[in-house]
């Protein structure tokens, strides 16, 4: 018998199956032996490279975009490290202030990052006044900036979203208020960002706002399909595994296997799950294009004898 996964709730794999060049779009990990930024308020047991790509074989997946996570501020020593370890099947996005030099900027490029995160929902992260500045420092190597933060701040921050130089990446939805997502004011402004071509959103963290709650998060299910009917060219799919805010006892841990089941139960067609999981990353964080596979309803309906 397999060992179980760490920091998921189930042991059962998912039911679909995931197509080839499938990514998860947004995990963390966290390793002991890279010191923690003094101002973290999250501070996860360890979660290291090796334990994720067995929930990442778990799940069926093969690629994933490892994200900086406030806990090593601008720290990205243990991110850069994750990436060696999981070679050309990963992507990074990384925590950056003023003072990153040129040559640090390219070494992270070479490593496989591909974009910088602004964390305004917790401390030791970058503040909303970086914003300009560091997105003309990351336009030449063509990087994005990602934003996770309060739908009602994202809204507040539209207008300097929308004059960055760079792609916008909308972490988890765009943390909206559970129920009724779509009636929040910040609904229509975070659309028209996304209508307007300049932002991605995470289908990730479903448990994170949502009401409802486990097994189904059907307020979450409901926000989903709204974002995948508006703008299905805009959107990728994460686990946000290992649940940071869930290991540190503020929310349940969820089952990642479920996720990626409740994903295929939202999306409207394999063709929008195709694009999710294999297109749009590949758009986003320039992963190798996969070749066609000939029979792709039956990998992605999972309905085999």
Partial sequence: ???????????AAPAFRAPPGAADCHHHIYDDRFAPDARAVLRPDAATAAMYRSLRDHLGLSRSVVVQPST????????????????DAARGVAVIDEAASNGALQEMHTAGVRGIRFNLARPAGATPQLLE????????????????A??????????SLAALPVPVVIDHLGRFPQPDATAHPAWSVLRRLVDAGKCWVKVSGAYHDSAAGAPDYADTGALTRAWLTAAPERVVWGTDWPHPAATAGEKPLPDDA????LLADWAPSSATLHRVLVDNPIALYGFAPVAPVADQSRTMTGNEP
């Fill in 1 to 11: 018998m397999t060992a179980r996964i760490p920091f998921t709730a189930g042991d």
């Fill in 72 to 87: 090593y501020g601008t720290d990205n020593g243990c991110l850069l490290d994750a990436l060696r370890q999981l070679g």
């Fill in 133 to 148: 500045v560091l997105a003309k420092r990351i336009e030449p190597l063509g990087w994005h900036v990602q934003i996770h």
């Fill in 150 to 159: 309060p739908a009602g701040t994202i809204a507040d921050l539209a207008s």
């Fill in 258 to 261: 479920r996720l990626l089941d």
